[in-house]
């Protein structure tokens, strides 16, 4: 089904080469079919569904630090909160509790599940062990060749920029008619404040033109 996403901007990633004014993302199944104005996007496709956001449309976010955060990490259960808190844990508190293939299956789901919560449609590798292999194969997200991290492995890759770097140096692809209908909406209204705030400011993503985030 044709969706018509609707939000205050959009930058379409790379070279950025959206149409002036451009404020919707048109997507058919798992392919941009259009960027431009709202307005016009809705003339031209008027049974389209429609999804209205309120911020800045841009495309997925790529995880460069995805071998730490899933190999190197352990996400607790929420079940486990009150032994083992919320954050991911590493080190001592890792070794500390005997991991077998399927805890690091479940970790890395809900690791992924995280990521996607922050904007990422996309993951650096190599991944070794095999129960992560399948997850991050199951979760849709696309698959980069190995990338160096540009600092600390977080969930949100923008907090691991360093200066002067912005927000499109992480962007997993552009947002381009015939590309991949792959992206996110943070509640911010353009890349300077999306560098301030952060990926935890999504409140949508979209991964192969399909919804799988969405703050309640």
């Given at each position: 089904m044709?969706?018509?996403h609707?939000a205050?901007?959009?930058?379409?990633g790379?070279?950025?080469?959206?149409?002036e004014g451009?404020?919707?993302v048109?997507?058919?199944?798992?392919?941009?079919?259009?960027?431009?104005?709202?307005?016009?996007?809705?003339a031209?496709?008027?049974?389209?569904?429609?999804?209205r956001w309120s911020?800045?449309?841009t495309p997925?976010l790529l995880?460069a630090?995805?071998?730490?955060?899933?190999?190197?990490?352990?996400?607790?259960d929420p079940?486990?909160a009150?032994?083992?808190?919320?954050?991911p844990?590493?080190?001592a508190a890792?070794?500390?509790?005997?991991?077998?293939d399927?805890?690091?299956?479940a970790?890395a789901?809900?690791?992924?599940?995280r990521m996607?919560?922050?904007?990422t449609?996309?993951?650096?590798?190599?991944f070794?062990r095999?129960?992560?292999?399948?997850?991050?194969a199951?979760s849709g997200?696309?698959p980069?060749?190995?990338?160096?991290?540009a600092?600390?492995?977080?969930?949100d890759?923008?907090?691991?920029?360093?200066?002067?770097?912005?927000?499109a140096?992480?962007?997993?692809?552009?947002?381009?008619?015939?590309?991949?209908?792959?992206?996110?909406?943070f509640?911010?209204?353009?890349l300077?404040?999306l560098?301030t705030?952060?990926?935890?400011?999504?409140?949508?993503t979209v991964?192969?033109?399909r919804?799988v985030?969405?703050?309640?």
């Amino acid at each position: 089904m044709l969706t018509v996403h609707a939000a205050d901007a959009v930058h379409g990633g790379p070279a950025d080469g959206v149409p002036e004014g451009a404020d919707a993302v048109a997507v058919d199944g798992a392919t941009v079919v259009a960027v431009g104005a709202y307005a016009e996007l809705a003339a031209a496709h008027p049974a389209a569904r429609v999804r209205r956001w309120s911020g800045l449309i841009t495309p997925g976010l790529l995880n460069a630090a995805a071998p730490a955060l899933l190999e190197a990490a352990y996400h607790p259960d929420p079940r486990e909160a009150g032994e083992l808190g919320t954050e991911p844990l590493t080190g001592a508190a890792l070794a500390a509790l005997g991991m077998d293939d399927a805890r690091w299956g479940a970790s890395a789901r809900r690791g992924l599940q995280r990521m996607l919560r922050h904007g990422t449609t996309a993951v650096s590798g190599p991944f070794t062990r095999p129960a992560v292999r399948t997850a991050v194969a199951r979760s849709g997200l696309r698959p980069h060749a190995p990338a160096r991290s540009a600092g600390p492995a977080l969930l949100d890759p923008l907090a691991a920029l360093a200066e002067p770097d912005g927000p499109a140096a992480l962007f997993a692809s552009a947002l381009t008619v015939g590309g991949p209908a792959d992206l996110a909406v943070f509640g911010v209204p353009d890349l300077a404040a999306l560098r301030t705030e952060g990926a935890g400011s999504c409140v949508a993503t979209v991964l192969g033109g399909r919804l799988v985030f969405r703050r309640s």
